[in-house]
């Protein structure tokens, strides 16, 4: 390699003269990186905040739109609870005048009030005892349907067994058949054979 003249060093000292420390750092740095990975991430850059920007600004009319909605909906759920203010009311009210009423007609006629005190119970005690009889039919008719599906299935159960084993019963007298006739079979073929060779013989002794 060739020495570095003293004029070079001299004339680059020369040019950094103008700037600080850092910025001489900073410069030489940068000399070092490659500009087009640094473009290429600013572009990425740019790209993901165009992404976010859209994204901030979807977040934004949903959040507009939940609140109208949810001032509409607060709008309408004070009307709706002052109606049931007014309706307690006016249920209070009407309460009130017929206990009144009630006191009134107990102090006027005490013995028709009773009467139809007595009359109102029976009807109560009757409506109860209509809807426990009732209660209890359905349960009973519950108890009877479980009861019929359990013996229906055990019957089920009962009829397919039966059925297998009659088709084992069938089976085993077919396979019994069957080696009957093989048996057979043979031994008519032994018997023939036994023939033939009698035949065979006896005209052997009269050659």
Known sequence: MAASSPDSDLGSIECFQNYTAPEVFVQG?????????????????????????????????????????????????????????????????????????????????????????????????????????SKDQTSSDSAENDAKRASVSGESGHSSKSERVEDMEQSSDGSRADTERRMKKTASSSSDSSSSAKLSSSSSFDN
């Not at 009210?93 to 029976?122: D, M």
């Open 29 to 133: 740095l940068a000399g070092q990186i490659n500009q087009q990975d640094v473009e290429a991430i600013i572009r990425a850059q740019k790209q993901m905040l165009q992404r976010f920007e859209k994204t901030n600004e979807m977040l934004s009319n949903c959040n507009a739109l939940s609140a109208t909605r949810f001032a509409l909906a607060q709008k309408e759920f004070k009307k709706h609870t002052a109606l049931l203010v007014d309706m307690k009311k006016d249920l209070d009210n009407i309460f009130r005048r017929i206990r009144t009423i009630k006191t009134k007609l107990s102090n006027q006629y005490p013995s028709a009030f009773s009467a139809a005190q007595e009359a109102v119970f029976k009807e109560e005690e009757e409506d109860e005892e209509a809807t426990s009889a």
